[in-house]
């Protein structure tokens, strides 16, 4: 929940106060008539998220009132959408359909009230009668009929003894109401249609402003949520629930935003045409804004929850930029998810001086990377490379490989290309060039000098996979339709190459394609002989530099959602291609030295093939620029950074002690290496030293251990915290965890 909270939940707050409800019971009731949309994800976040909140719970509710469009997979497909977001309805599935014997008697009841009556104008005559906002309407003759009458003949209707638009039931108000919906609502239709779950029990349908109420009502709802579209409706909800003279507690309605995103349509008869028309490969295509095409494209639930977690829940209807949704999406998968070589276009590179076949052992993450398990990559004489990646004629700033320009391959070797093979025609079809046996990562003694580290497999081991990828479905803000479609929206890319151990995992897996993207394998057409991997988002938002949009978005919650800001100069967005794309470096990180001529030449001339290009980066980003604007003359310069940054990267310091040191850096200009010596402030790993420390922490707070094994685990914290201090922050405080975790136990 956000921290402060919401207008809902303050009405929730009162409304318990007050003694009104015990107990809060809301619902999420959609019509089975379509696939639903992150519109409904928002919908489920708000009832089943206050439900949650109060401990009450929240019903699913069909709200299948109209036979001729509904449908069980609609049904199916609602529910599974909300198990998918994480929420549980229990036993609590309804059908407003279980309650048409109550909700016709109810309206037997308001007829004997004199509260409704048979009307037979025609649908015509009725929009007529009904006035205009400036303009009383005027009530039909029929509404003179006497209770019997109207009794009789609403039986004949459901008996089936007329035909469709013959007669409707009419709520008697006021035909000359301000709120035109108050002008003798209808409340019942005849439709001789067969419904998917009463079949021909039923030839009358109640309208949703009858219907809707008395089935919260049914079940006890006490807070009923809906889109400010039903406003107006509100008097009708309360005008039959009061007019019944029900027994309370009764259900209240209270509105909310619509959500609207950009660059996609939401409704659910837009979406209909779309998948009818063949426009797309069904309601779970992934590039649909539906929850079965996110599933399906590998979106997780935890980002679009975190998505309406941001948007909020607010009174104004307003239009939320997709590249938010984007952003959580990245978010989300950005630490949890590991990352492969794959190569989309390959281009074959022959190293001649290699022969031999080694397997390289590669991290699968770049953060605890060790912890977090790693793979065997294959290396060999032949590898495919990005086609991209080589250019002959590159124009200045481009960091890859070239005729002159070495490059890293991920995780292995330091290239150059000694000769550029071609067809007749001038094509490049292959590269030959040579390696550096010193210079393996990790153990690089080569002192060579590199820009960029990029992608490869090994042509024998790969294999063949289908790539496709996706692009907003339409090309502009705020589509129409059809008419709107990207026609780029779908690329497949039918032989790219993949490592050899990205195929061996399951499927329902997700992966970092390096310097690509996220990808997920595709959950229907995935095979082993056939590959197949959706990609989720792309590692940047590319259309914000595209497009210059301005929209009204809530700018409060989505100020760090990238693109708001000035746009780059045309050199900033080549460093910053370059820093997220070729060094890994995340987006703010990358945004901040980008757009900083003074910051980024610092960079540049820190970079060091021995050291993390991100662990140099962040300190940049914070301390070095911090220091830059309060002074503009350093004492330290960028070779002392990447060394700092070295210190840290291979565990001789740890990340506090490295403030310390750079404090020291700021004021005296001394080597972090020597600073780190005279001052004797190399982290301490030794488990031994450090168990001889936590025993006498423990020894000196017995208290505090028995009120830890009484299952306080919280003091856990408590002594971990003791030892970091004993050690002035020396101690490795990985070990530190671990070893009081196990000497506590
Ligand atoms: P559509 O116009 O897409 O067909 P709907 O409102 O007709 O949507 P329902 O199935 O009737 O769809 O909606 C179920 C619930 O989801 C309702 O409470 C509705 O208010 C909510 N809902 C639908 N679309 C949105 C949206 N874009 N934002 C927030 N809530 C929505
Ligand atoms: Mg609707």
Redesign the pocket.
Do not use: A, Q, V, Y
């Given at each position: 929940m956000n921290e402060s909270k919401d207008f809902l939940h303050n009405i929730v707050d009162e409304d318990l106060k007050s003694g009104k409800y015990k107990k809060i019971i809301t619902r999420?009731?959609?019509?089975p008539?379509?696939f639903p949309?992150i519109?409904?994800a928002?919908?489920i976040c708000i009832n089943f998220g206050i439900a949650r909140d109060y401990n009450g719970h929240c019903n699913l509710r069909m709200?299948d009132t109209n036979p001729t469009k509904e449908d069980t997979s609609y049904v199916e497909a609602l529910k599974d959408a909300v198990h998918w977001l994480g929420f549980d309805f229990g036993d609590n599935l309804y059908f407003t359909s279980n309650y048409f014997p109550k909700i016709y008697d109810y309206a037997v009841a308001l007829i004997k009230m004199g509260k409704a009556y048979v009307d037979s104008l025609s649908e015509d005559e009725i929009r007529e009668y009904r006035g205009s906002v400036t303009q009383p309407g005027k009530r039909s003759k029929y509404a003179n009929r006497t209770i019997l009458e109207n009794l009789e003949l609403f039986e004949k209707m459901k008996n089936g003894e007329f035909k469709d638009g013959v007669h409707v039931l009419r709520a008697k108000i006021d035909m000359s109401a301000a709120n035109m919906k108050m002008r003798d609502p209808l409340l019942y239709r005849i439709r001789h249609a067969n419904h998917f779950r009463t079949g021909d029990d039923w030839c009358i349908y109640p309208m949703y402003d009858f219907a809707h109420c008395l089935s919260d009502y049914v079940e006890g709802v006490s807070h009923s949520?809906?889109?400010l579209e039903?406003e107006n409706n509100r008097a009708i909800y309360d005008w039959v629930l009061d007019s019944l003279e029900l027994e309370p507690p009764r259900p209240y309605q209270h509105e909310f935003a619509?959500?609207?995103i950009d660059y996609t349509v939401?409704?659910?008869?837009k979406l209909l045409e779309l998948v009818k028309g063949g426009i797309v490969s069904g309601w779970d295509d992934p590039r649909l804004p539906t929850i079965a095409g996110y599933k399906r494209r590998g979106y997780t639930p935890q980002s679009v929850l975190n998505f309406c977690d941001q948007i909020g829940v607010a009174k104004a209807n307003s239009m939320v930029n997709v590249s938010q949704l984007e952003f959580c999406i990245r978010d989300d998968l950005n630490k949890k998810v590991p990352r492969a070589l794959c190569v989309l276009e390959p281009l074959k590179v022959v190293i001649e001086n290699y022969d031999g076949y080694e397997e390289i052992d590669a991290p699968y993450y770049q953060e605890d990377a060790p912890k977090r398990g790693s793979r065997k990559l294959p290396f060999s004489r032949e590898i495919y490379i990005e086609r991209s990646d080589f250019m002959e004629n590159p124009p200045k700033n481009y960091f890859r490989l070239t005729p002159k320009q070495s490059v890293r391959l991920k995780h292995a070797y330091i290239i150059s290309c000694k000769e550029v093979v071609k067809d007749s025609s001038g094509n490049i079809l292959e590269l030959k060039a040579n390696y550096y046996p010193e210079s393996k990562s990790g153990q690089d003694t080569s002192g060579i000098k590199v820009k960029s580290a990029i992608q490869w497999v090994s042509a024998k081991e790969a294999k063949k996979v289908e790539i496709r990828l996706y692009d907003r479905l339409f090309s502009c803000e705020i589509p129409e339709g059809i008419e709107d479609i990207n026609p780029n929206s779908l690329k497949v890319i039918k032989d790219a190459f993949i490592e050899p151990a990205v195929i061996a995992q399951k499927p329902d897996e997700r992966f970092q394609f390096e310097r690509q993207g996220y990808f997920y394998a595709d959950p229907i057409d995935y095979s082993d002989e056939k590959p197949v991997f959706n990609k989720i988002v792309g590692l940047k938002d590319s259309w914000n530099k595209k497009t210059k949009t301005t929209k009204h978005i809530q700018k409060d919650k989505a100020l760090h959602v990238e693109g708001t800001v000035a746009p780059m100069s045309e050199e900033e967005k080549i460093l910053f291609d370059r820093y997220t794309k070729e060094l890994d470096l995340n987006d703010e990180i990358s945004n901040t030295i980008a757009r900083d001529k003074q910051l980024s030449d610092f960079y540049e001339e820190a970079l060091s093939p021995d050291c993390n290009p991100a662990s140099i980066a962040n300190i940049i980003a914070n301390e070095v620029a911090r220091e830059l604007k309060q002074t503009n003359k350093l004492k330290f310069n960028a070779k002392q950074i990447s060394q700092l940054a070295k210190l840290v990267d291979d565990g001789t310091i740890s990340n506090k002690i490295s403030k310390q040191v750079f404090e020291e850096m700021v004021k005296t200009g001394e080597n972090p290496v020597k600073i780190v010596q005279d001052k004797e402030l190399t982290q301490i790993n030794d488990p031994a030293k450090i168990s001889a420390i936590i025993d006498e922490i423990i020894a000196k707070n017995p208290d505090n251990v028995s009120k830890f094994k009484a299952g306080n685990a919280k003091l856990l914290g408590f002594f971990v915290g003791q030892v970091l201090k004993a050690t002035g922050g020396k101690a490795n405080p990985k070990v530190v965890n671990n070893l009081v975790a196990k000497s506590l136990k």
């Open positions: 999420f009731p959609p019509e008539n379509g949309h519109g409904h928002k919908s709200d949520i809906c889109t039903f619509r959500l609207n939401m409704s659910k008869r």
